[in-house]
């Protein structure tokens, strides 16, 4: 809401022999001056102190502005948004950090690295960061979207992505890959090349998927780094995110021991079993990544959506083994909030609410969502003829305030090929 005070008619001219601005310290006179599009010395009609006012409350960064005009002073007080958002780069092959966010604020002075959920602060950062990747030679559309838990308040940032065209990776140089070892690197580069670019994974996925292969082969003090490199490629339909990969393999490691802390969800001699060698069975590095797996998975059963499992290995160069310990950290237990099954009639509602066993309140268990149609279709013979061919989509939302996980399970039926007398499955 903008008011003006003691201002006479809207045809009369001002000169303020100063233009103060209270309220909001976060931003210095000179950049809400550059904002507003006011020049201390100008004479101002009652009309174009308007304009210059609603400049600055349209773009969103403060909830009330007033001002006026004594005869000397023409003086701004401002109320500062309750709400502005950081940015987080979705797809946008950029780096975020203090270089991008003082090139914003160089275009646009109220860019103090967030932006409002509305406003013309946040079409000007778009626009901003579109005009920033063109320079790179690509023409793009950009859109803003709240980042956090769906359909509530709990919004952590506004989310910028690339809407058209696709964004992918390409490794163009790798450095350190033994020539046994080629093939399988670039296999699995090709498919993490398939994964849509995201701007701030985009490197530790390729150092993931990299530094695993190493592992599992018993390289435990493998290191892998992945860096952006060279310029956007512009390629018909997408565009392409170059890197370049560089491998110090070291010394192959044997595993000794795995030690978990007091309280895990799985006992030291269990652990143990799982780790021990069979014969013809999976080498050290898999069956310690496997065990990660099963051991999150425990608790993620339990409700434990947070958990974070952190492997410390101790390299014992000399020896030639990787001895590890563990941190679990649970966090706190999630709830079943509700589930919904949609797009299906009353009757097959019915069947599936009478076979579904998590209720509202229960310790959320991920596995039981995720295998509930297939489980449900081996115990009831009327859900396994209702369901055969039907496909389900899950949508599970948790929101970490309130620990409560809301769960819509949706049904549909596969579209019949066009043209195509009958379709056969196999």
């Not at 237990?333 to 066993?357: A, E, P, T």
Request: net charge negative; with cysteine.
């Amino acid at each position: 809401m903008i008011l003006s005070l003691q201002l006479a008619a809207s045809g009369q001219q001002f000169k303020p022999k100063s233009i103060q601005f209270k309220g909001d310290p976060e931003f210095s006179d000179q950049e809400l001056l550059d904002a507003a599009g006011l020049q201390p010395g100008k004479i101002l009609t009652s009309a174009e102190m308007a304009d210059h006012s609603k400049r600055l409350m349209d773009s969103g960064v403060f909830d009330n502005l007033t001002y006026k005009f004594d005869g000397q002073d023409l003086v701004y007080t401002l109320t500062p948004a309750e709400h502005l958002y950081p940015i987080r780069l979705e797809n946008l092959p950029l780096d975020a950090g203090p270089e991008l966010d003082a090139k914003l604020h160089q275009k646009l002075p109220l860019y103090h690295g967030k932006v409002p959920s509305e406003g013309t602060l946040l079409d000007d950062v778009r626009a901003a960061l579109a005009e920033i990747v063109a320079a790179q030679g690509a023409q793009i559309s950009i859109t803003a979207t709240p980042f956090g838990q769906a359909n509530s308040r709990n919004i952590k940032a506004m989310s910028f992505s690339i809407a058209s065209p696709p964004v992918h990776t390409i490794v163009i140089h790798i450095e350190g890959v033994a020539a046994a070892d080629e093939g399988k690197v670039r296999a699995l580069l090709a498919e993490s090349a398939k994964i849509p670019f995201d701007s701030e994974h985009a490197s530790g996925n390729l150092e993931q998927s990299i530094g695993s292969f190493y592992v599992d082969k018993g390289y435990a003090g493998a290191k892998v780094s992945a860096a952006r490199v060279g310029d956007l490629r512009v390629e018909p339909g997408e565009l392409i995110v170059p890197y370049s990969i560089n491998i110090e393999q070291g010394p192959p490691y044997k595993l000794g021991t795995v030690h978990l802390p007091e309280g895990t969800l799985m006992a030291q001699d269990e652990a143990d079993r799982l780790l021990a060698p069979t014969p013809g069975g999976p080498v050290d590095g898999v069956r310690v990544r496997n065990l990660w797996g099963i051991l999150s998975r425990r608790y993620r059963a339990k409700g434990y959506l947070d958990c974070k499992i952190d492997p410390h290995p101790a390299l014992d160069t000399e020896a030639g083994v990787v001895n590890y310990t563990v941190d679990v950290t649970p966090g706190a237990v999630y709830h079943l909030g509700f589930v919904k099954f949609d797009n299906v009639g009353d009757q097959l509602r019915n069947l599936l609410i009478k076979n579904w066993q998590l209720l509202p309140g229960d310790p959320f268990d991920e596995s039981y969502v995720s295998d509930f149609i297939m489980k449900a279709q081996k115990s009831d013979p009327v859900l396994m003829r209702t369901l055969a061919g039907v496909r389900s989509k899950l949508d599970v939302t948790a929101d970490p305030q309130t620990h409560e996980v809301n769960v819509v399970l949706r049904l549909e039926k596969p579209q019949p090929v066009a043209g195509a007398g009958s379709v056969h499955s196999q």
